[in-house]
């Protein structure tokens, strides 16, 4: 059965740390890796992965994929508490569902 | 607002009460998803469509929930005879290509 995992379940760091949070996958037929933040509220799309090897950047953050080694890392620099929130990976396979991980809850501390 | 909506925002309902939430997804996305989520899980994935074919539906849904989505535009997800373990935010999402923006939710309780 196609599953993702992630890794560490919780994280607590300060301003200005960077954290690396991951993502692991078995997928059959993997066709696309995806990152979200969730607040309150609705996850919110960060980046969206299809291709090993190329980062994708916004900002403090920036993604990349194995897909050799079937994992994803999401990297945040120079945290802020803005950034606290849960961030979610989801991946899609041959039929374009979205199959979500329990997420990664970060905490920034002041 | 072009965003994904759904109504109501909260619902509160009493155990064995049927209940029914709408989402008007974005207007050119022909693909909608629902979602279940509980208190430190990701989003359980329901059902999806393409238009208004519902092209999965998750094994592990009872035959109490439903879903439609007559024009392939708006969607409706009903709940018959709630039970407690129902209570859960329920999110839909929808899409064009891969990615997928979610609507705020509706917040259920069973009590």
């Known amino acids: 059965e196609d599953k993702v995992v992630q890794s560490p379940l919780s994280l607590v760091v300060h301003e200005g740390d960077t954290v690396t949070l991951n993502c692991s996958y078995e997928v059959t037929n993997f066709r696309s890796l995806l990152w979200y933040k969730q607040e309150k509220k609705a996850p919110t799309f960060l980046f969206m992965l299809?291709?090993?090897?190329i980062e994708k950047k916004s900002g403090r953050l920036s993604s990349i994929l194995d897909k050799k080694e079937l994992f994803s890392i999401l990297n945040i620099t120079a945290t802020q508490t803005g950034d606290s929130a849960v961030y979610l990976c989801a991946f899609t396979g041959a039929n374009s569902k979205l199959t979500f991980g329990k997420g990664i809850t970060l905490s920034v501390r002041p | 607002d072009t965003g994904v909506s759904q109504d109501p925002r909260h619902k509160i309902t009493k155990r064995g009460q049927n209940v029914t939430f709408r989402c008007d997804p974005i207007s050119e996305h022909n693909r909608l998803y629902w979602y279940r989520q509980t208190l430190g899980q990701g989003p359980e994935f329901l059902t999806y469509f393409q238009n208004e074919a519902q092209l999965e539906k998750s094994r592990l849904l009872s035959d109490r929930f439903s879903a439609e989505r007559p024009k392939g535009s708006f969607s409706t997800l009903e709940i018959q005879r709630t039970e407690q373990g129902d209570s859960a935010m329920y999110l839909c999402a929808s899409s064009l290509l891969v990615e997928a923006f979610f609507g705020q939710g509706t917040r259920l309780t069973v009590v």
């Open positions: 299809t291709s090993s090897g």
